[in-house]
């Protein structure tokens, strides 16, 4: 058994926002806020650890199903950080990218999204990429169409495609597979996050709740990690 020192790519569902205020008697939206701080501080701990990508869930395919309310709290909270972040993340030398389906998103967050990425993409510090309108089915599902629209076309042959032909047209297709997928809050399910990238990942499963991931817990279950033995199937 080798160790394997520091995750390279680091992939956090960020569960618990909601909780730790209700837990307070504070609207659900003061933990959304209060989440945005702490990954701006795991955002700025990840060069000082090794970690060299971060990915991490925001917004998913399903949560358009909490109360309208909610969800439009969310979408301007997003809007706020977007251009609150911009100038600290390009000087901070992060690349940001965003996965997910961005049409159901209203246009002036798909602007600043674009706006963000074109500002930050020559940096090379950290690579964050934050999902949001993202579902693994989904973006298998649209990255299956993508690859038909190409054997359509003749690009491409049926007996071409292997199992390393659709990684090259999912959203993630710029990023290594996550070494390392964190879930807080206590909830031990993937939540239809990264299916097929985290298909060898090493997965760690925490009670903190997202707001109460600091930095010092983020480095503590990244020690941890490099206990690991990690086989890829082989003996």
Not at 30 to 56: I, M, N, S
Not at 69 to 83: D, P
Not at 141 to 161: F, M, N, Q, W, Y
Request: net charge neutral.
């Amino acid at each position: 058994m080798s160790e394997q020192g520091t995750p390279r790519h680091v992939a956090i569902i960020m569960d618990g926002n909601g909780r730790w205020a209700q837990q307070r008697g504070r609207p659900r939206l003061l933990g959304h806020r209060a989440g945005g701080k702490r990954l701006r501080q795991v955002v700025e701990a990840c060069p000082g650890l090794g970690v060299e990508y971060l990915t991490v869930f925001a917004f998913s395919t399903e949560n358009w199903k909490r109360t309208q309310i909610e969800v439009a709290g969310l979408m301007k909270l997003f809007r706020q950080h977007l251009e609150s972040e911009a100038k600290g993340l390009e000087e901070a030398g992060v690349c940001v990218r965003f996965i997910g389906d961005r049409v159901r998103l209203e246009p002036v967050l798909q602007r600043l999204m674009a706006e963000l990425e074109a500002r930050t993409a020559h940096n090379t510090r950290l690579n964050l990429t934050i999902a949001i309108n993202y579902g693994g089915r989904d973006e298998v599902a649209r990255a299956t169409k993508r690859l038909a629209r190409d054997v359509a076309a003749g690009k491409l042959s049926p007996e071409e495609i292997t199992d390393e032909t659709l990684p090259r047209y999912l959203d993630t297709h710029v990023l290594p597979d996550p070494d390392l997928v964190i879930r807080t809050s206590g909830e031990a399910r993937i939540s239809n996050f990264l299916l097929w990238q985290s298909a060898y990942s090493e997965y760690e499963f925490v009670d903190t709740l997202w707001p109460d991931f600091t930095p010092d817990t983020f480095a503590e279950i990244l020690g941890r990690f490099g206990s690991r033995s990690r086989r890829f199937g082989a003996a």
